[in-house]
């Protein structure tokens, strides 16, 4: 079975540094491949705990972890942001380690259905799970000063007053045309923004879907929370490894960091080889820290 093929995959083994018979959790398993190659670090006798919102991605790294036949491996349905519950609740104790990628898989974007992708034509959800409001009906709730403001400070978009006039003005004009799928999203985007934007280097619906996508799913809020209680979640001397590919979500590590013992002074980011391999990977973050109670 072919496993997914993370982005700075040694670099994370390198920094979080997984020891025969420890206890780490990947938070966002995803395609499993951090996870399998952390679980090989620990061991038959290591304890790992596997958490995803997607449960498409939890039942495929059940069948990924079953081949592999590890002793002390659980994959749980579940957002990060919850980690002091699930720990409590499972009996789980405090882990030596915690890992958060906190991209979206190349799998999520164009096998989910879930409308991630602008380059296809599916219901306009861009949710992880069935739990939080979609997309498509937020750009109903939402004000056009709302839109706005979150096209421009998540997507960091300079079109997003135009876009969001866009959007609504759709809306307002007709309900049988109102904004159901991804490609009507990206297509009202495409007519409404200039032939030449970004000299064509981007897509122009790129910076809108991921600012929707991280509001959806309030990704900076969840991200906060799990910061917050990393002493309800690791032992002492844990160590955590986070990959980010927004600046928001960089920012927000970085500051959190400067309570913890740094083990990167800099962020790490992918070699040219792995880019030209995997090109989103070019946007990866990795920081890493030390939890010192």
Do not use: C
Request: glycine share 6%.
């Amino acid at each position: 079975m072919t496993i997914h093929k993370p982005v700075l995959l040694n670099e994370v083994i390198n920094v979080l540094n997984p020891q025969p018979g420890e206890f780490f959790i990947d938070g966002t398993f995803g395609g499993g491949g951090h996870g399998i190659a952390i679980l090989e670090q620990i061991g038959f006798n290591g304890s790992f705990l596997g958490i995803d919102w997607n449960k498409d991605a939890i039942e495929k790294g059940k069948f990924q972890i079953s081949n592999f036949k590890f002793q002390n491996a659980l994959l749980i349905q579940d957002n990060f942001a919850n980690l002091p519950e699930i720990l409590e609740k499972n009996n789980l104790g405090k882990a030596d380690g915690l890992l958060l990628d906190l991209g979206t898989s190349s799998d999520e974007l164009e096998n989910s259905g879930r409308g991630f992708s602008f380059r296809k034509n599916e219901p306009l959800l861009m949710t992880y799970n069935d739990n939080e409001i979609p997309v498509r009906d937020l750009l109903k709730q939402l004000s056009k000063e709302e839109l706005t403001e979150i096209i421009k400070n998540y997507g960091g978009e300079n079109w997003a007053i135009k876009i969001a006039e866009a959007i609504k003005d759709r809306m307002r004009k007709s309900v049988s045309r109102r904004i159901e799928t991804s490609r009507e999203l990206a297509e009202l985007i495409s007519e409404t923004l200039p032939k030449n934007y970004e000299h064509g280097r981007i897509h122009p619906a790129t910076r809108t879907f991921m600012a929707l996508r991280i509001y959806a799913n309030r990704e900076l809020e969840n991200l906060e929370k799990v910061l917050k209680n990393l002493d309800k979640i690791l032992k002492n001397k844990g160590r955590i490894a986070i990959i980010s590919f927004h600046s928001l979500e960089d920012r927000l590590v970085k500051n959190y960091f400067k309570k913890l013992e740094v083990i990167t002074k800099k962020p790490i980011i992918a070699s040219r080889e792995e880019i030209l391999k995997n090109p989103r990977s070019r946007s990866a973050k990795l920081r890493a820290a030390i939890l010192t109670l």
